[in-house]
């Protein structure tokens, strides 16, 4: 084997941060942990700031990024100087650190990235930043990509995600009043609070080892029923397996329109044909533009 690359295995990256959404930002540090280490530790700090993934999505996000992720509470750490903070990586076995050129770390904040290099010098842990990642002039940060989605600028969000939004949910019963209006939806009740307004969506559906485009409904139907929201999801010309009870993940792609109160079925009939139109148009649009399809 080559000397560098057996060096590179027997080094461990970790890099730290609350980590929330895997976002651009993030994923630049994974990539260059990866030049140079075999293995990968996020070292993600919760109980701060904004969530826009529940705890399953964000390890199934870890899983696709083949890198640990362990979760510490803020509480745990809070106290620690930056000495005793990079004692407490050295104990987790980190011998490289990767972080953003801003990071600040330990109490207060008061260590930053040459505070980092210089206690890691004695340590034995090497320090490497990365440069931030931007859009737009401005940093890529989890609560950008929030105010994006909360405003139902879903491809905005995406472009800072690097990947389409999604939820993870159990698919439950509906009222089956959408069989009736020849629409029949599968209905997910989701691990978190969507932070999306409520309205229609252009949607992929990843049911067990199968893929399908479709269009969704985030809301309380007030037209047929007035629940509480729910997330629903109509796959056109398909016809789906019974899946109650069973693990989907929905993807977003772009809001369509807000959700209504019709005075009519037929008036909501007529919008959804007319929503399936505007489906369409979303994802010839996207195919002319080269994206993935
Ligand atoms: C694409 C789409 C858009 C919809 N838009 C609305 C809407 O704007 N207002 C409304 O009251 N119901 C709307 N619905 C209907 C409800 O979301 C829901 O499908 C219907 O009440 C059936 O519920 P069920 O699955 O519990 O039977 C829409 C459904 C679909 C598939
Ligand atoms: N846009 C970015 N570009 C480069 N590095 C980033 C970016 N955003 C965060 N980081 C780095 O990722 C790690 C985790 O940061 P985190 O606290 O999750 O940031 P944020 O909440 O701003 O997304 C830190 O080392 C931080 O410096």
Redesign the pocket.
């Known amino acids: 084997m080559e000397q560098a690359q057996q060096l590179k295995l027997q080094k461990r990256c970790c ?7 895997f ?4 994923r ?2 994974i990539e260059t942990a990866k030049r140079i280490c075999s293995e990968i530790v996020v070292i993600s ?1 919760r109980g701060l ?1 904004k969530k826009i993934f529940s705890e399953e999505e964000r390890e199934k996000i870890a899983e696709s990024l083949n890198i640990r992720l362990i979760n510490v509470p803020f509480s745990e750490i809070r106290n620690l100087t930056p000495k005793e903070f990079m004692k407490f990586l050295k104990d987790l076995g980190c011998s490289v650190l990767v ?5 600040k770390f330990g109490k207060n904040r008061a260590g930053d990235v040459n505070t980092a290099r210089e206690i890691g010098k004695s340590l034995g842990i090497e320090v490497v930043s ?5 859009e737009d002039s401005e ?5 950008r990509i929030l105010e994006f989605l909360r405003k139902g600028k879903v491809e905005e969000a995406n472009k800072l995600l690097g990947f389409p939004y999604f939820a993870v949910g159990v698919v439950v019963k509906g009222k089956k009043l959408g069989r009736e209006i020849g629409f029949p939806t599968v209905n997910i009740e989701t691990q978190k609070e969507l932070p999306l307004p409520l309205g229609v969506y252009a949607v992929r559906l990843y049911l067990g080892n199968r893929v399908f485009d479709g269009i969704s409904n985030y809301g309380r139907a007030p037209t047929l029923k007035n629940s509480n929201p729910t997330l629903e999801v109509f796959i056109p010309e398909k016809e789906l397996p019974p899946v109650y009870g069973q693990k989907v993940k929905v993807e977003f792609f772009k809001f369509l329109r807000p959700e209504r109160k019709f005075n009519s079925v037929e008036e909501l009939v007529n919008q959804i044909k007319f929503d399936l139109k505007n489906l369409r148009e979303f994802w010839r649009e996207r195919v002319g533009r080269g994206e993935e399809v």
């Open positions: 890099t730290v941060g609350k980590f929330e959404s976002h651009r930002g993030h630049k540090l700090i700031g972080v953003g050129s801003e990071w990365v440069e931030t990642v931007k940093k890529i940060s989890t609560s």
